[in-house]
Each structure stands twice: as structure tokens, then as C-alpha cells.
């Protein structure tokens, strides 16, 4: 099975979609929990990693690693 990686301010694809239609979330924390934003709405949720990483079905845009 192919390994997902992701990182910071990366914007993905989860397998359900939010209530306000959006399907892409920006990562705006990572730790032992995951903070993402959802880019339509705004709405960000912190996830457990394992949640997370079960839930992610790809990444859409490689966020900028920077300063």
C-alpha cells in the first residue's frame, strides 16, 4: 500500500465532504492531533493523527515550507 504523506499548510481531500460542500482542507497544525481548515467555510477541527490519516483520501497541493 502507498505510504500518504503530508505536511504543513498542504491542502487535501477527505473522503467524506464538509456540510458546506467543500472536500478540501488546508493543515494548519500537526502534531500527535491535526488541526485542518476547511477552505470553503473557513471551519477548522482538530482530528487525532490516526483519525486523520484513516480519513485523508489524497493531497491535492503541497503547501509552502517557508521561513
Known amino acids: 500500500m502507498q505510504e ?14 464538509h456540510p458546506c460542500g467543500t472536500n478540501a482542507w488546508r ?3 500537526m502534531g500527535a492531533d491535526i ?9 477548522s477541527v482538530l482530528i ?4 486523520f490519516e484513516k480519513a485523508l ?3 491535492l497541493i503541497k ?3 517557508s521561513e
Open 4 to 17: 500518504k504523506t503530508f505536511g504543513l499548510n498542504d491542502v487535501v481531500q477527505m473522503k467524506k465532504p
Open 35 to 43: 488541526r485542518i481548515k476547511c477552505t470553503g467555510c473557513n471551519h
Open 57 to 59: 483520501k489524497k493531497v
Open 63 to 65: 503547501g509552502e515550507h
Open 27 to 29: 493543515i494548519i497544525r
Open 48 to 51: 487525532p493523527r490516526k483519525k
